[in-house]
């Protein structure tokens, strides 16, 4: 980390189960061999007043601490206010996660669908319901359909109200058909409901895949993040190679943007950039392979590519935090917990 030209940074809060609250705060850059790099700095028991000033000293501390104060390129946080001016007060960029303002649009969409309701009801009937979720199964079998369970959702998480959705879309026959016998008094989906939501679940298929690839750490997508710069071809033979050999991604994000990129001719260099990047399964690899050709893009690459626009690799240190700090733990000091995850997180 002390030889990294920059880095950005990750902060988030969350309460344990003994009430406590505790600041988050993740690293992550390029290192030598041209790897991201995430680390944990800490995850610290912040008792004083949830306030801007308090948080934004608890940040900076940090960073003097290890050095970076003068790195950091940009702090990835969610939306919320207090977070926000804390690092600002700071004078580092900030950028607003992804994922999260993603979640913000989708839930608020969500609340417009009425399906959704009649869906939790029956969702719940059948996880109360031993004898309605056997009959279910056995009707599942009767139609020969694949044996599933119902998705149950989680209220924050807008991702778990589209796997609900996608998962009663696909036994949609056998719960009607078992409804009727168990439960005929159920408010079920009228046809029109049933419409809405099968072309809901198709749009909310689009933010999925979205969401899902944001999330991705360790390797960079590379049609997101080619650096549009000297590397294009100019030889038609060779571009109709790399055509022909450019990965195409199963997920259908990508579909039209393949296509796209086919189409064009080979005389426009942002095109082959971009199929020049596309033969590696990441970015960073392709400019680890031409750092001593282009040593002044690679510091620049060294700066950017270093960024996820997201602040999930910090959420997912509260997700250790709770398997560590769990019912049969919970006098387990906060300092103690903290040095915990700081080496559960970091001895990889």
Known sequence: MNEAPAVYMTTDS????????????????????????TFLLGCISFNETYCRKSKNTLLRSIAEEWGIDNKIVVVVTDNA????TAVKLSSWRHLPCFAHTVNIIVQSCLQTISAIEK??????????????????????????LPSLKHIQN???????????MSRILKIKEAVISTLAIVNPELNVLTTTEWDILQRAAEVLHIFNEVTT???????????????RGPVAK??????????ATASH????????????????????????AILETDKHKNALDWWCDRKCLYPR?????????CIIPTSVPCERIFYKTGQTLIERRNRLSSSKTSELLFLHSNMK
């Open 213 to 227: 690839e944001i999330r991705v750490e360790k390797s960079l997508r590379k049609k997101v993040c080619a650096i």
């Open 234 to 243: 100019t030889n038609t033979e060779l571009w109709h190679e790399v055509v």
């Open 297 to 305: 893009l690679y510091e620049l690459v060294q700066r950017r590519l």
């Open 249 to 272: 991604s199963q997920s259908s994000l990508w579909k039209s943007f393949d296509m796209t990129i086919q189409k064009l001719t080979p005389c426009d260099s942002t095109a082959a």
């Open 14 to 37: 969350g309460i344990s189960i003994n009430n406590e609250s505790f600041v988050a705060v993740t690293v992550h850059f390029v290192d030598s061999e041209s790897k991201l790099s």
């Open 119 to 144: 869906i939790k009801t029956i969702v719940e009937f059948f996880k109360r319901s031993s004898s309605a979720l056997a009959r279910l199964k056995s009707t599942q079998e009767q139609m020969e």
């Open 154 to 164: 989680v209220p924050t998480r807008w991702n778990s109200t589209y796997d609900m």
């Open 81 to 84: 206010p207090n977070i926000v």
